[in-house]
């Protein structure tokens, strides 16, 4: 990671491969907060999320590496691959499927993003929402 000081505060680069390794799967990074308001998460995923809704804003997806499908309640599945993405409205029952291993996505999302579970105890795996360092 590469760091340049302006004025203003300090431009960080990184990679974002770099930043989920040694992470489980499905640990998400909180990479940048904009405005108090947005968030853009990074994450492996493996296997099935299970199934939610969002309950107080949308989700936009953009996979970066590897194969992922979102499972929705009542309507058709969407299957993406790199450079490929969505955004899946609040309150939409959806579940996330990687097709591949070592599927690596952004996810944005509202700061604060509530996930509501269909059932009572989720196998979440490694799930966690912490800011990258």
């Not at 302006?6 to 405005?35: I, M």
């Not at 809704?53 to 969407?78: A, C, F, Q």
């Amino acid at each position: 990671m590469s760091e340049t000081q302006y004025g203003l505060g300090a431009l960080k680069v990184f990679n974002v491969l770099d930043k989920l390794e040694g992470h489980p799967p499905r640990t998400n990074f909180n990479v940048f907060r904009l405005d108090g308001k947005y968030n853009l998460r990074i994450a492996r995923v493996e296997g099935r999320f299970p199934w939610h809704r969002h309950t107080n804003g949308d989700e936009g997806w953009l996979i970066l590496k590897g194969r992922l499908r979102i499972d929705v309640e009542g309507g058709p599945s969407l299957e993406m691959g790199p450079l490929e993405g969505t955004m899946i409205p609040k309150g939409l029952v959806h579940s996330p499927l990687a097709l591949e291993e070592d599927t690596v996505v952004a996810v944005f999302n509202v700061d604060g993003f509530q996930h509501e579970f269909r059932d009572a105890n989720p196998d979440l795996g490694a799930f966690s929402e912490n800011d990258a360092r």
